[in-house]
């Protein structure tokens, strides 16, 4: 099993900066690919950005490309997403995910073995 909890959001002006902590922890959660999905009210839960487990790979949705970096450090078992310039549209809650496939990124919800309870990010315009 592998707990993950979430952290860092809360409320900011469009423009601004937040960044999201996931921590994981229990069995080899360093050997997971991570990754960030959000969702909307009403929207459906779609992903944000991917890391590998061994970080060599990144990947994010296009609505968030040049404005979000995911990035993790194994040591601590913690997976962050830098987000800056947020717009109104970010607004959802963000939620972490682990897989325990092989080493890539995966953007589906069915290819991840773990979530986390999600943290709400709110930006207003």
């Known amino acids: 099993q592998v707990q993950l909890v979430e952290s860092g959001g809360g409320l900011v002006q469009a423009g601004g900066s937040l960044r999201l902590s996931c921590a994981a922890s229990?069995?080899?959660?360093?050997?997971?690919?991570m990754a960030w999905f959000r969702q909307a009210p009403g929207k459906e839960r779609d992903f944000a950005a991917g890391?590998?487990?061994?970080?060599?790979?990144?990947d994010y949705a296009d609505s968030v490309k040049g404005r979000f970096t995911i990035a993790r450090d194994n040591a601590k078992n913690t997976v962050y997403l830098q987000m800056n310039s947020l717009k109104a549209e970010d607004t959802a809650v963000y939620y972490c995910a682990a897989s325990a496939g092989v080493s890539g990124i995966y953007y589906r919800i069915v290819d991840y073995d773990y979530w986390g309870q999600g943290t709400q990010v709110t930006v207003s315009s």
């Open positions: 890391i590998s487990w061994k970080g060599g790979s990144t």
């Open positions: 229990g069995r080899t959660s360093s050997r997971h690919n």
